[in-house]
């Protein structure tokens, strides 16, 4: 069995073990020591990484009561000294415990289970088993903080089983074997075998990012310490840079959305009544003939290059307007159905429609669509 030093103590970054076994695996070697500081993938909270004499410690998993450690490369039997990445420990333990904070408060208030945990080092989400609104979010956030800036131990022990008997905790699953509790006095009891903060006081900043429906719950996306202030400080800059961009203050973004909806709007106007009129102008600017109409023109979309070939079909035996690769075919004499197909046929185009209206793409010439259309 791995002496676990990691629940004695969360803060201890290096540690000398000794190497009881060693064997190439997949993907590296599988390393045993008789004790390590480093925390195995559990509970939601990815393993740490670090260094193992010049090995480099990619992976950390349990089986049964050792702890496995994945290294790029062997290591003889004996002494080694190892060091976790102790930056990534730290930004872990700081959100595993304000994870814990906002699970006991939704808890307390809306009777909600903590049914799903994921954290890595540039999200954190947490799943409730029942939903709540935009304000019961806000508040959870609200009490959450204020925890923090109380500065409540946070104690980890494992109870007797005559103890644990007495202890109403939090599980996410059934339990076996020595059960670890997390206390946050008034806040949460927990049963939990990850890394955390001491105080609450460390945990610094938790902010509720967003969240969405899930499964009759609700998911949230959260951070907390300096995962929150980076996330925070990024959405900041990009408010301002939005805020320039509008010519608004970043409190005034709404408005300048607002606004810019609006000029959208009659843009989007203006331009509907000059392709209307471009349209019509192009439809009135050719003559009666009992043959066929080509026209080619780039500006034009499939629903404008469809509105030109109806105009123009009053015109003539078959109307046609490419634009592109696009196509628009139209007659109030044959049927576009089998005319489409023959066109799609020859050059070597997709697409259909109904009787007096079919349009797709093609891939040939100018000149060979000429050269069709002149049959």
Same mark, same amino acid.
């Given at each position: 069995?791995?002496?676990?030093?990691?629940?004695?103590?969360?803060?201890?970054?290096?540690? %000398?073990?000794?190497?009881?076994?060693?064997?190439?695996?997949?993907? &590296?070697?599988?390393?045993?020591?008789?004790?390590?500081?480093?925390?195995?993938?559990?509970?939601?909270?990815?393993?740490?990484?670090?260094?193992?004499?010049?090995?480099?410690?990619? !992976?950390?998993?349990? @089986?049964?009561?050792?702890?496995?450690?994945?290294?790029?490369?062997?290591?003889?039997?004996?002494?080694?000294?190892?060091?976790?990445?102790? *930056?990534?420990?730290? &930004?872990?333990?700081?959100?595993?415990?304000?994870?814990?904070?906002?699970?006991?408060?939704?808890?307390?208030?809306?009777?909600?289970?903590?049914?799903?945990?994921?954290?890595?080092?540039?999200?954190?989400?947490?799943?409730?088993?029942?939903?709540?609104?935009?304000?019961?979010?806000? *508040?959870? *956030?609200?009490?959450?903080?204020?925890? @923090?800036?109380?500065?409540?131990?946070?104690?980890?022990?494992?109870?007797?089983?005559?103890?644990?008997?007495?202890?109403?905790?939090?599980?996410?699953?059934?339990?076996?074997?020595?059960?670890?509790?997390?206390?946050?006095?008034? @806040? %949460?009891?927990?049963?939990?075998?990850?890394?955390?903060?001491?105080?609450?006081?460390?945990?610094?900043?938790?902010?509720?990012?967003?969240?969405?429906?899930?499964?009759?719950?609700?998911?949230?996306?959260?951070?907390?310490?300096?995962?929150?202030?980076? *996330?925070?400080?990024?959405?900041? !800059?990009?408010?301002?840079?939005?805020?320039?961009?509008?010519?608004?203050?970043?409190?005034?973004?709404?408005?300048?959305?607002?606004?810019?909806?609006?000029?959208?709007?009659? #843009?989007?106007?203006?331009?509907?009544?000059?392709?209307?009129?471009?349209? !019509?102008?192009?439809?009135?600017?050719?003559?009666?003939?009992?043959?066929?109409?080509?026209?080619?023109?780039?500006?034009? !979309?499939?629903?404008?290059?469809?509105?030109?070939?109806?105009?123009?079909?009053?015109?003539?035996?078959?109307?046609?307007?490419?634009?592109?690769?696009?196509?628009?075919? #139209?007659?109030?004499?044959?049927?576009?159905?089998?005319?489409?197909?023959?066109?799609?046929?020859?050059?070597?185009?997709?697409?259909?429609?109904?009787?007096?209206?079919?349009?797709?793409?093609?891939?040939?010439?100018?000149?060979?669509?000429?050269?069709?259309?002149?049959?």
């Amino acid at each position: 069995m791995t002496v676990k030093e990691y629940y004695r103590d969360a803060y201890l970054a290096e540690l %000398d073990s000794k190497v009881i076994s060693c064997r190439e695996v997949k993907g &590296g070697f599988e390393v045993l020591l008789d004790k390590t500081v480093f925390f195995p993938e559990s509970g939601g909270q990815p393993s740490d990484s670090g260094m193992l004499g010049d090995a480099v410690v990619t !992976d950390v998993r349990i @089986v049964g009561e050792d702890v496995v450690h994945i290294t790029d490369r062997p290591l003889p039997l004996g002494p080694v000294h190892g060091v976790i990445d102790f *930056e990534k420990r730290y &930004g872990r333990m700081q959100n595993h415990t304000g994870e814990h904070i906002m699970s006991g408060i939704a808890h307390r208030l809306h009777g909600c289970e903590n049914v799903g945990f994921h954290l890595t080092d540039t999200a954190m989400t947490l799943d409730f088993d029942k939903y709540l609104t935009p304000e019961q979010l806000s *508040e959870l *956030e609200m009490l959450a903080n204020r925890v @923090v800036r109380r500065c409540v131990d946070v104690e980890t022990f494992f109870p007797s089983e005559d103890e644990l008997g007495d202890i109403v905790y939090r599980s996410k699953s059934e339990l076996e074997g020595a059960i670890r509790i997390v206390r946050i006095e008034g @806040v %949460d009891v927990c049963a939990c075998c990850a890394p955390h903060v001491a105080n609450t006081g460390e945990v610094g900043t938790i902010k509720i990012l967003s969240s969405e429906r899930w499964k009759g719950g609700v998911r949230l996306y959260a951070a907390c310490g300096e995962l929150a202030t980076r *996330e925070i400080g990024a959405r900041c !800059d990009a408010l301002s840079t939005a805020a320039a961009g509008l010519s608004v203050k970043p409190t005034e973004i709404g408005v300048g959305i607002d606004r810019l909806r609006a000029e959208l709007s009659e #843009a989007k106007l203006s331009a509907s009544k000059l392709k209307k009129g471009y349209i !019509d102008l192009l439809a009135r600017s050719k003559e009666q003939t009992e043959g066929n109409i080509l026209i080619f023109d780039e500006l034009l !979309d499939m629903p404008s290059a469809c509105e030109l070939a109806s105009l123009l079909a009053k015109k003539c035996r078959i109307a046609a307007v490419v634009s592109g690769r696009t196509y628009a075919v #139209a007659s109030e004499k044959e049927d576009m159905r089998a005319f489409s197909k023959q066109l799609n046929a020859e050059l070597e185009g997709r697409g259909g429609g109904r009787a007096g209206l079919a349009s797709g793409s093609l891939n040939a010439t100018k000149e060979k669509i000429e050269r069709f259309f002149e049959k």
